[in-house]
């Protein structure tokens, strides 16, 4: 009996698109707004705990209480922290329908600003090519490189990437 | 104090996320007779001799598995079509252009596909076309560049 080879396996090609709108809710908003158009990274402050909540949000997650929109529960930090995690892009993922790589080559950061507590954290880039080994966690102080303010479009993009101070 | 006012902040998304997914046996079978031999395959199930173009696994009405191949002429009749005029960046093709349902001769389903060499406005349900295949193919349905007049 002829051996029936088993076909080749063939692979269909689709593409899924997704286009749709996401409201900031007004704690994003002002946040956003007073990033673009006073330069500044504001956070909201837990009236129970006391803790910085950032990205402000209506409600502790702790504490389950509500932060009034008021001018005592929010917090201006500064730009400037202290590095606590770096990451090192080494491989980008390829998007398989711009045939453009995803995401950029700066190495990626989690910042604990200061002017809150310990939970003043944001995530964002470091300057692109810099000496990874020399940026030690706990450590290194860095300062944000703010866009000109004609450029800031209210994203967290408005910050450039964080750059490495002396201090 | 009171604060200061600010408008409500809207983003938009975009999301662009490509994928590949297994064709299957016998659709995969049908893929590579379009990319090897320009040749246009169909199954006939064995129950109520209804003939799949494109080829499909199962008859979806008897349920049958389908593994009884024929060979389909390229030339049919189309069914219906639509003509597309805005454009969007995931169309294969550059609008305006159209597309239709093709019932190719010895088929008894219909293959969609696009129309080419023709006048959009001359386009008639009820013509003849013929299937114009690609210089390269590489395993897709778009091997089969459009269908054509005839």
Redesign the interface.
């Known amino acids: 009996m002829e051996e029936k080879a088993a076909p080749e396996a063939i692979g269909v090609d689709s593409v899924y698109r997704a286009r749709f709108q996401m409201a900031a809710g007004h704690y994003l908003s002002r946040f956003y707004t007073r990033l673009k158009e006073r330069g500044e990274i504001w956070a909201v402050k837990c009236p129970k705990c006391n803790r910085t909540i950032i990205p402000p949000r209506i409600v502790c997650g702790f504490c389950k209480v509500k932060i009034e929109d008021t001018e005592e529960n929010w917090l201006k930090l500064s730009d400037k922290g202290t590095v606590l995690q770096r990451f090192v892009i080494t491989d980008h993922e390829i998007n398989r329908v711009t045939k453009e790589p995803v995401g950029d080559d700066n190495p990626n950061t989690f910042i604990l600003l200061d002017g809150g507590d310990e939970f003043a954290i944001i995530g964002h880039l470091l300057e692109e090519g810099i000496d990874i080994d020399k940026v030690e966690t706990g450590k290194t102080r860095v300062q944000a490189v703010w866009r000109p303010k004609e450029e800031r479009v209210g994203k967290m993009r408005d910050i450039k990437y964080f750059q490495v101070i002396e201090e | 104090?009171?604060?200061e006012k600010?408008?409500?902040?809207?983003?938009?998304?975009?999301?662009?996320?490509?994928?590949?997914?297994?064709?299957g046996?016998i659709?995969?079978?049908f893929?590579?007779e379009l990319r090897d031999n320009k040749r246009i395959t169909g199954t006939r199930c064995p129950a109520c001799h209804q003939v799949y173009v494109p080829a499909k696994p199962n008859c979806i009405k008897c349920q049958a598995s389908l593994d009884e191949w024929v060979n389909v002429s390229d030339k049919g009749t189309l069914v219906t079509y639509a003509v597309v005029r805005s454009p969007d960046p995931?169309y294969p093709k550059e609008a305006p252009f159209a597309y239709g349902i093709i019932k190719l001769a010895d088929a008894d389903t219909g293959i969609v596909h696009f129309l080419g060499e023709t006048d959009l406005e001359k386009i008639k349900t009820g013509m003849r076309v013929q299937a114009v295949f690609k210089e390269e193919r590489t395993?897709?349905i778009l091997d089969i560049d459009y269908f054509k007049p005839i």
């Open positions: 104090m009171a604060l600010v408008e409500p902040l809207v983003t938009e998304y975009d999301v662009l996320l490509g994928f590949t997914t297994y064709a046996p659709r995969s079978k893929l590579i995931l395993g897709s």
